[in-house]
């Protein structure tokens, strides 16, 4: 039998007030993808030339549908826990606990990472920091939980925060994308595929490359019972907040490769501020540098929202911890918040000796994959719920779902084995976790039933 909704009806974050609005929705949208990623991304990019422009619209043409697949679910049900609570309502518990399970360890270890990378841009401003180990460690942990603490003291200051630095981080985007484009040179764009790969291999490779700039467009949906009209406001943030994305990201990816030249940018260890040296000198490398962490910052706060609400949904229907569940006097889980943060604190001690590639690649992998993966399945709970609506669904509800999930299917097969593998692994892990958690649920259900 279907599961219900999880969460339908929950009350709001503080003293029963809904305190998050369009634009903090839509700022968590937009803050949540905009991390480190896009900083680095042209250099990836330039070595297969500008046909990785078509890797951009395919990508953000996939991550349109998923933006509008979010949209419609939270339409018709819009509970906390987002992708959880959308693949439980369609699909029943144990796929809900997977989801869950994934995307819970999938905050921890993307929060890990963006704390350490966050302290990798500080580095620029302090370069004593790149000679010692356990100082970035210390102040990756010192960001963590100061934002920690934000977000302990409601979802209403989470939110400002998210407002803030989302604003602040799109300021040298945006200066580079203006200033760049009157500036640009054709001649820098180097040839159409340089990787000398077969064009659908080039093109699969950059959409590869691209998809982990807009992970988190779902991020609004996740704190459903803390936003004012959900199923209004959060589907139109969620629109708004990635269409805004990917204008940013395609922009600013071409105003740094008409800046740069095609051999430079290939090498370069910080395209941005190859482009902003070229426009402003020494000066613009520090101020790419500042929006960089400013960048970081902004999304480690977001993505900690995100890891109260995700357990505090599941828990509500006894797949966590019912201590999870549980809303401070300032109506936010923070048993969720403190328990993540403590995980992410472990990674980043036990893994602090291997810098921050090693971390932040290994989060990265966990990360894609996990969050495919909920994409995926949420897709089929939304084809499944349309299917069983007794011809009463729209075709063009249809198509986005099955579209959907053909895009999150094609993303997963392209993120490459050991991917895979590390994913598939992880959630068997959860296993279990599951069945010790759901121990005499059927005793209980039929004593509730016959009750």
């Excluded at 979802?155 to 998210?162: H, I």
């Amino acid at each position: 039998m279907t599961a219900g909704v999880a969460g339908a009806g929950g009350a709001g974050s503080e003293a029963g007030e809904r305190t998050i609005g369009t634009w903090t929705c839509a700022s968590l949208v937009a803050g949540n993808m905009i991390g480190s990623g896009i900083f680095l991304l042209p250099a990836a990019l330039a070595a297969y030339g500008s046909i990785s422009f078509v890797g951009w619209l395919l990508t953000s043409g996939g991550a349109l549908l998923l933006a509008l697949l979010f949209s419609g679910l939270c339409r018709v049900m819009p509970a906390a826990g987002g992708p959880y609570a959308y693949t439980r309502a369609g699909l029943g518990d144990f796929a809900g606990f997977l989801v869950a399970w994934g995307y819970w360890i999938s905050l921890i270890c993307g929060n890990a990472a963006i704390a350490v990378a966050m302290v990798g841009y500080l580095g620029v401003f302090f370069g004593g920091l790149q000679g010692h180990a356990l100082a970035p460690a210390l102040i990756a942990l010192a960001a963590l939980w100061l934002l920690t603490a934000v977000n302990l003291a409601g979802v209403r200051s989470a939110g400002r925060m998210q407002i803030l630095t989302t604003l602040l981080k799109l300021l040298p985007l945006v200066a580079i994308i203006v200033v760049g484009l009157f500036a640009f040179d054709a001649t820098n764009l180097g040839p159409f595929n340089a990787s000398g790969e077969p064009t659908l291999n080039a093109v699969s490779a950059t959409a590869a490359l691209t998809l982990w700039a807009f992970l988190g467009l779902e991020a609004a949906t996740v704190p459903a019972d803390d936003v004012r009209d959900p199923a209004t406001t959060i589907p139109r943030a969620t629109v708004a907040g990635t269409v805004t994305v990917a204008v940013v990201y395609i922009l600013a990816t071409l105003a740094v490769m008409g800046l740069v030249s095609h051999e430079q940018l290939a090498v370069s260890e910080a395209p941005f501020a190859d482009a902003a040296e070229r426009l402003w000198g020494p000066t613009g490398a520090w101020l790419v540098a500042a929006g960089a962490t400013v960048s970081c910052f902004g999304a480690l706060n977001g993505w900690i929202l995100l890891t109260g609400q995700v357990p505090m949904a599941a828990a509500r229907d006894r797949l966590f911890p019912a201590r999870l569940a549980h809303r401070s006097a300032r109506g936010v889980p923070a048993v969720g918040l403190v328990v993540s943060s403590v995980f992410a604190t472990v990674l980043i001690l036990m893994n602090y000796t291997r810098g921050l590639v090693g971390l932040f690649t290994f989060a990265i992998l966990l990360s894609t994959l996990t969050a495919l993966v909920p994409y995926a399945f949420s897709a089929i709970a939304r084809l499944r719920l349309l299917l069983l609506a007794d011809g009463r669904a729209s075709r063009a509800a249809l198509f986005v779902a099955a579209a959907a999930f053909v895009y999150s299917f094609w993303a997963i097969a392209g993120a490459g084995e050991d991917v895979v593998y590390l994913g598939f692994m992880l959630l068997l892990a959860g296993l279990p976790v599951y069945a010790w958690l759901t121990r005499g649920r059927r005793a209980e259900d039929a004593a509730e039933s016959s009750s």
